[in-house]
């Protein structure tokens, strides 16, 4: 008997900010900025600062490089101005013993961090307009100020940095006005807005664009964005050489924060290599014919929209049909509504069997070609169109076999309610209480008396019909019809080297059409060849769907908001999401709503032949497959073995070609490659000594094992004998954490995780257990920067000079935990961290990068220091707390729970279930409205934040709203006896023009 859980549903939303002037057609044109190729500054300075390790990482000593164009023409170190006599004598015999690399071979300079600022850097960052060099900027940046507070305007949200003081006549110490202050507003773990903040007194040069003169934001180029952006990879310095062929590496090192010659070498090795990286990405990124200058490229997703904005794209016009009224904000609305993510689940848990491993090529460029989407996104205007008899009786005679034929997809473009009576659709729901946040499972749904209708994609809906054979009910269907072609049309050079006009060729087609002849290409070198094929696939990715749905989290600001989606209603929130330039939904969820379809045919025609999957991640599906097929034990599998065993069926090789081969009628890009691919895992090595270490070119296929214990956690393996190889194991619910240190070598242990994955593959298979891992009992712990407001306010007991006194002045800037500094976080092991929950004060455990001995809370900075263990002693000392270790990490792995599931008795899978799993019914028991879904989950889930909403929105009924619904309901007299309020108070209430209160409300 099914259960079903009574569960609240999340939905996105669409929302506008009421304070918000309306923007006209002549706002909405696309402003052209100037030639930033020819604009780009010679003048560079590159620099690197280094740092104490303890909590505040002061600054200690720096150094820098100043190039016109290649040439270098200055080299220097700068110290702390507070930096002790020993250290300076350090740095200062250094500096003798030196030269500068520059052509005259001077001794290097030493500057003071006052000096350096002084005739270096703003010198050329805001008067000469040059460029600013780093890598990871933001650190550098706040390591040279002298002072923070909360940046306002554009950087609303982020921190603004003073870096000069001086002394007035009565001995005052005040910030020089003359000099501009530097705002930083991380966007993310990888990105950050950076700029000078409104012009300085005498200090103002103007940049003229567009006939007006506009203040000086400054040129800071930040590398590890900048190569983020080009190779889509978030890399080390180490990492972006390699990726940028520059042989040299960073010197090793094997203490930080001291001032030592050996430690300067290090650092002047890491500007050298700064300066070549800026020189080879640079280049690079010349080579894209686009006119956003490389300072604003923060992703791969902004040189998608630059190449979208070259090609003369723009988000087309949204025309709704006028008879029944729906709203252009509205129509956005249900299309936010129906927006689901990639489909991620396990079906298999903790059953190691031989897979398949099939991966969709191109999974959301072929969604977008199959469906014709290219032609909405060049269309003048959509037009939407009602369309409910139609698309009900379109459902009705679908079939799956219909669904392999591409005329089929065509039908696509069309937002659905239903009313879902036991229909087998997406559902983000908070499926258990003890994991953070909304998760969505593709589950049974049925309606409650305040959920009666979901927005969902026609697509979703025949992966209804197709799973059970029935078709949802629709209560509405909106289709959208593409209208005319924008005239601002114009072809484009793919990195200078690949044509595409978009008026005659469908983009997303085309960049993976010209990445499958690239890669075939042996006449271009073989960099040549990686370099170019690298680009394509990060371009194809980044402008295939995520632009579409591209909402900002504008941390520290309030606004009021409209919010369209299930519902409609205004709500205050204290984070707004401002959309992107092609944030367009209607979009984002057709595509991912026709990836969602892709992998359900897939699950079709293995159930069809009697067979399941073990795990499926957004455009990849584990099939339970060997050579030859048959049955292999597994708990509560439907077949039986001759020993009675229970068991599955898994298919043969043969079979899976079968399967893959009906996806050949749905490539959309007539190259011969194939649509459902089998991946490199599936394959041995081909031997060949010229080829590259694991080439798989002869395509020779092996068995392929697979583990997995719940959705985005498995791993697949090969076996020889009682050796076990990792093919691929993911880093998702370990990856946060820290490397542990090989105590032999010295160093990190890189492939910990396969490591991991390896002792837990062993373990179900019954093989001899590894050699102990001599790194499993080291404290685990996760790296903690501090990237806003918020995080720095963890701090403010640190920070203040009197812990108990927190309103009162700070401690001296240099002295204090600083923003974008980067301390240690130890999680403690479960039992205590639940028993500190439970009580009045919160344990958050936090020490300085590389320290381990002593830790103290966060939330009580004052209190006695900390010991953290990572194993329980019984010493009965108080201070002595236990975290985890990284053996208790691999130990508690494999009991994470699929909640979105349920085991083969009926109940959501638990730590311990096993064996098949099924899906979980839901019954919605109302709508919550969410925002973009968070990023920081991780961090939720450890402690480090207290609250869900403090990093993802959930929007609220306005209570003034709910007040004007009861007052509109009655009479003007009813309501004037009920709030006590003047006839015409009541009437400006219920018209909208002033808010009602708490006290009305409870009237």
Known sequence: MERWMQLPMAVRAHTVRIDEKPSTDKQRKRIKTHDWQQAWPELTIVL?????????????FGCYRVLDGEELIEEGLLVADDLSDRDRSTVDAYARAHRQESEGKQPLIVHTRETFLREVFFPIAYDAQGVVVAFNMPFDLSRLACEVSLARGRFKGGFSFTFLNYTDAPGIVRPDKLVPRIAVKALDSKRARIGFTSAWKKRDPKQVRDGKKRSWRGHFLDLRTLTFALTGKATTVNGACEAFGIEARKQPIEEHGKVTPLYIDYARQDVRLTAELYRRALTEYRRHPLELPPDRAYSPASIGKGYLKAMGVSVPR????????????????YAMAAYYGGRAECRLRKVPVPVAYCDLRAAYPSTNTLIGLW???????LEVVHATAETQAFLERMTAANCFRPEIWRELPVL????????????????????????????????????????????????????????????????????????????VALRGQVTVNPRTEDFFREVVRARGRVKAD??????????????????????????????????????????????????????PEEPGSFYFPPLAALITGGARLMLVLAEHEMRRRGCT????????????????????????????????QEAIRALSWAEVQEIRALFAGLDPYGDRGELLELEKENFGPCGVAEHEEGCTCTKVQRELGCLAIAAKRYALFTRDGDTVTIRKGTEHGLGAYLPPMDPKAGEQVKDWIDQAWERMVREVLGLPATPELEWGGQLATTRLAISTPQMLGWFRRWNALDPKNLGEAQKPYRRRVKPFGFLQHAPLAAGLREAADAGSAKRNLVAPYGERKWWVNLHAPEAALSRVVPYHQSTGDTSVLVGRNYGDLMDAHPFHPETKSLGSDGLPCRQRTTGLLNRRPVVATETVVIGKEANELEQVETGLIDELEDVQTVYRRDQSEQMRERLRGMSVKEAMVLTGLSRRQVFYLRSGQRKSRRSHLRA
């Not at 032609?375 to 205007?381: I, P, V």
Request: proline share 8%.
């Open 318 to 333: 949204l025309v709704p049909d006028p008879a029944p009224g729906v709203s252009v904000n509205e129509v956005l609305g």
């Open 48 to 60: 690197d600062c280094e740092t104490t390790v303890e909590h505040s990482q002061r600054l200690t």
């Open 522 to 575: 042996t006449s271009l070198p073989k960099a040549e060849r990686d370099a170019l094929s690298l680009f394509l696939k990060t371009l194809a990715s980044a402008t295939s769907y995520g632009v579409f749905v591209e909402l900002n989290r504008q941390e520290g600001e309030e606004a009021e908001v409209e919010v369209f989606s299930a519902q409609h209603f205004t709500a205050e929130i204290g984070a």
């Open 375 to 381: 032609r909405f996104l060049t269309a003048q205007r």
């Open 613 to 644: 999957h073990v795990f499926m991640d957004t455009d990849s599906i584990a099939i339970v497959a060997s050579e030859h097929g048959g049955l292999i034990p597994c708990p509560s599998g439907p077949h039986r073995l001759p020993d009675g």
């Open 416 to 491: 659905v309610e239903v009313e879902p009576d036991g229909d087998i659709l997406p559902v983000r729901a908070p499926y258990s209480a003890e994991q953070a946040g909304f998760t969505i499972g593709v589950n049974p749904l049925r309606p409650s008396a305040r959920v009666d209708t979901v927005w969902y994609t026609l697509a979703d809906c025949l992966v209804a019909k197709i799973i059970t054979g029935g078709a949802p009910r629709i209560r509405r269907a909106l289709r959208f019809v593409p209208k005319g072609r924008q005239r601002s049309l114009q072809p």
